[in-house]
């Protein structure tokens, strides 16, 4: 079975601390996402990747940088949390054609920052 | 970017009965997916409809496509608890490249 991991179902970090989100994909997909999740604003794209080392900002990008060193593995950086950051964060991958056949997302880590 | 909205926010029904999300959009769009999220979970992908599509069935599930009114609509049959969760429309954005989710509709399936 196809799967997206990641590292922490919940985590709670402090004002000023940098903050690592780690994600996995066992499909050799191309493709990986972040996104964040916030009650009545839905999912909005933190940044996306369409090959290693290759990253582009999406719609809230600010506070944040990514990593993407192997294909498998896509990392969100919070270089220096901070308590509106707190959210539920979501990862997902798809294949090169995703348009045809849709995201596999990760549970999530829900993230509070104090 | 372009963002489908989906309507209604919050939808309550008894077991057994039908329920029905629409999905409204801004811009032209290849293709539309819906997903589910059970509360506290990542998304996971229901069905996908093409542009050129009116129409797709997956067991319970029946998802219609109007580009002229530029909607989208799901149908959940014979509703279970189970199937109590958010539900999100999601459409490609006006570069073709990502998936752009609306906000969601929340189904609460009571026994």
């Known amino acids: 079975d196809v799967k997206v991991t990641q590292s922490s179902r919940y985590l709670v970090k402090r004002t000023g601390e940098k903050v690592f989100l780690e994600c996995v994909q066992d499909m050799d997909h191309e493709n990986m996402f972040w996104y964040r999740q916030d009650p009545g604003l839905g999912l909005r794209l933190i940044y996306f990747?369409?090959?290693?080392?290759?990253?582009e900002k999406g719609d809230i990008p600010e506070g944040y940088s990514v990593s993407r060193e192997k294909k498998e593995r896509f990392s969100l950086i919070l270089e220096s949390a901070s308590t509106n950051q707190t959210s539920m964060y979501l990862c997902?991958?798809?294949?090169?054609?995703?348009?045809?056949?849709?995201?596999?997302f990760g549970s999530g880590t829900r993230l509070t920052v104090v | 970017s372009q963002q489908g909205e989906e309507d209604p926010q919050a939808l309550s029904i008894q077991e057994g009965e039908n329920a029905t999300m629409n999905c409204s959009y801004k811009?032209?769009?290849?293709?539309l997916q819906w997903y589910r999220q059970n509360s506290g979970r990542g998304l996971v992908h229901l069905i996908l409809?093409?542009?050129?599509?009116r129409e797709k069935h997956s067991g319970r599930l029946r998802v219609t496509l109007d580009t002229s009114k530029k909607s989208s609509s799901l149908l959940i049959t014979a509703s279970r608890a189970a199937d109590t969760a958010s539900y999100f429309c999601a459409t490609d954005d006006n570069y073709g490249q990502n998936f752009v989710f609306g906000p969601g509709t929340r189904l609460s399936v009571l026994p």
């Open positions: 990747s369409y090959d290693v080392k290759m990253k």
């Open positions: 997902a991958s798809a294949s090169g054609a995703f348009s045809n056949y849709g995201y596999t």
């Open positions: 811009t032209s769009i290849n293709n």
């Open positions: 409809i093409r542009s050129n599509e």
